[in-house]
């Protein structure tokens, strides 16, 4: 480990890691925007649940770097532009999480949903105050896999030329110099502690009813 | 009212539910009853459209329901579902709430009816701040009834709303409920599969068969006395003629006979001084009767152990039914009666009930006119 170079470096690697940040939690953000409706959709097309689900998974199995490669293409982006890594990850956050959120919902038991429909609940109120919030450790749950899975996804892009912790990676390598890379790997898994344990705070804080060990 | 006309439910052309005409009389209790896929659960959500009728018209005092908002419909309509159905996420209080908030009561008033009608159910207070999983199965059913009545809604459904819970609990559940509904008055109709259940709650039963169709609708009473057919006959049960004596209330000018009583803690001399045909009754010291105790085996002064708790005790504003119980289950062959304060009033010997329940075996006769 060279010290003095972390020391001298130190902007430079702070910079990554808040770009680190932003590149994996803002596709989960807008992920989550999106497959909520998705996520309900799915939820409630019977027998096209299954395939629709089935569908969406296949699209986490497509190479990350040929996303970021082929997204400029279809965007009419520039190569560099993060814009392209922020689609790609959305597109991962989508394949989890619509699965996940029509899980959520379907987890919600059977009699409260009678009960809430015979005393007179309409679908929407329903579904925001009733459905949503009992889907929410559900939720939850595959929010901190996208979250954890986007932080060590978009170190890849660095190979496409934007910039984040997995800059450190490829710097390293030209430079055959291993201390780059340790910093690169001990950011990569504080980050992704920090995130995964907020979110889990924030999912008990929503959920005060969840029965928990004391 | 709720009223069913001509109503029919079929499904893929079977009938569940098959020309139901029904009327449950506004401030009474209406049972539906029958076996397993007789259509009592499917009339039953028909009223508040959670099943839509295939024909007929369901009625609320005059108006059809089918031309209601259905939502407006069912906030009008108090529900109450076998497991409860509360709302895991919601604590006791905001869980009767809801049904008020629904109606458009303001939040603070909610909070408030919602907690006196905790109180009325006979939950504490102290349970407001729980969530459902925190209670027991009973307590999470008293819920539910609160929170059907907390937009003090005009008409109530029950479905099997006490069978989920063990049968003492389902005992003190229905009779406090048979308590608030005479307090409340709500027009009701519940669903059960139990005739006893039926039998206890209903002002009036409407006895179903499989294929949807209603074989008999009675007063209690009437349907053990006089059932239409061979059907609610069975369905009633063998024990028809004993049950109905539940309906007859004991005459206030019944001849009782006092009987001589010792405390605990009584030496076997007094026992023995007061018993007949060697059995004596221990009462407390507000003369509340607490068993017999047979002086033959009494080895010292009277002690709990030598109780006999087998009989049963009659209380004055109980049944003939509650009479005949004590006096079979008394191991002296002498029935105790009550006073309603629980004290003791005196006693009546098995042999000398023939001739109380003969003139009752008369009403039988009634099936014959």
Not at chain 1, 14 to 26: C, G, M, N, P, Y
Request: hydrophobic share 45%; charged share 20%; with cysteine.
């Amino acid at each position: 480990m060279n010290f003095d170079w972390l020391w001298r470096e130190s902007d430079m690697i702070f910079d990554l890691f808040v770009r680190h940040l932003w590149l994996s939690a803002v596709p989960v953000a807008i992920g989550l925007a999106l497959a909520l409706p998705l996520g309900w959709l799915v939820h409630r097309s019977g027998v096209w649940r299954g395939p629709l689900l089935n569908l969406v998974g296949l699209l986490f199995t497509i190479p990350s770097l040929a996303l970021f490669v082929l997204l400029p293409w279809f965007l009419g982006t520039q190569i560099l532009d993060p814009i392209n890594v922020v689609v790609a990850l959305t597109i991962y956050v989508l394949a989890l999480l619509v699965r996940t959120v029509s899980d959520g919902l379907g987890s919600v038991p059977r009699e409260t949903l009678q009960a809430a429909n015979a005393m007179g609940y309409r679908p929407l109120s329903r579904l925001l105050t009733v459905e949503l919030p009992l889907a929410i450790p559900v939720i939850a749950g595959g929010l901190r896999v996208a979250l954890v899975s986007n932080i060590s996804i978009v170190s890849v892009a660095a190979l496409v030329g934007t910039r984040q912790l997995g800059s450190l990676f490829t710097q390293g390598l030209q430079l055959q110099f291993l201390t780059p890379i340790i910093a690169g790997i001990v950011l990569s898994v504080a980050l992704a502690a920090a995130l995964d344990a907020l979110v889990l705070f924030l999912s008990r804080k929503l959920t005060p009813w969840e029965r928990r060990p004391a | 009212m709720i009223e069913f006309q001509g109503v029919t439910k079929l499904y893929d052309g079977a009938p569940a539910v098959r020309n139901l005409d029904l009327v449950a009389p506004t401030g009474k209790l209406t049972v539906l009853v029958g076996p397993s896929g007789c259509g009592k659960t499917t009339s039953l959500r028909m009223v508040n459209r959670l099943v839509t009728p295939s024909s007929g018209t369901i009625t609320l005092d005059g108006e059809p329901t089918d031309r209601m908002n259905v939502a407006q419909l069912r906030r009008r309509i108090g529900y109450v579902i076998q497991h409860a159905g509360l709302f895991p996420h919601r604590t006791v209080a905001q869980n009767v709430a809801t049904t008020a908030r629904l109606a458009g009561i303001d939040r603070k008033t909610a909070r408030r009816k919602s907690l006196d009608l905790l109180e009325q159910v006979g939950l504490s207070a102290s349970l407001a701040e729980r969530y459902p999983w925190q209670l027991s199965g009973g307590q999470q059913q008293r819920v539910g009834v609160a929170r059907a009545l907390a937009s003090d809604p005009k008409f109530m459904l029950m479905d099997e709303p006490f069978s989920a819970v063990d049968p003492i609990v389902r005992g003190q559940l229905q009779d406090e409920f048979l308590r608030l509904q005479r307090e409340i008055g709500k027009t009701i109709i519940m669903v059960t599969h139990d005739i006893d259940e039926a039998l206890k709650l209903g002002d009036q039963v409407a006895v179903m068969r499989e294929g949807g169709e209603l074989a008999q609708v009675a007063t209690p009473r009437e349907l053990l006395v006089r059932p239409a057919d061979g059907f609610v006959a069975d369905f009633v049960g063998r024990d028809r003629g004993y049950r109905h004596l539940g309906f007859a209330p004991i005459d206030n000018g019944l001849k009782l006979a006092s009987e001589p009583v010792v405390q605990l803690g009584a030496s076997p001399a007094e026992a023995a001084e007061a018993a007949i045909d060697g059995w004596v009754l221990v009462c407390d010291a507000a003369h509340r009767p607490l068993g017999w105790t047979d002086i033959a085996r009494l080895r010292g002064p009277v002690r709990e152990d030598d109780l006999n708790l087998s009989s049963t005790l009659a209380p004055m504003d109980g049944s003939m039914r509650e009479l005949l119980d004590a006096a079979l289950s008394s191991p002296s062959g002498r029935g105790v009666v009550t006073n309603t304060d629980g004290t003791l009033r005196g006693t009546i010997a098995l042999g000398d009930l023939g001739g109380i329940l003969a003139p009752l075996h008369r009403t039988g006769a009634e099936r014959h006119s």
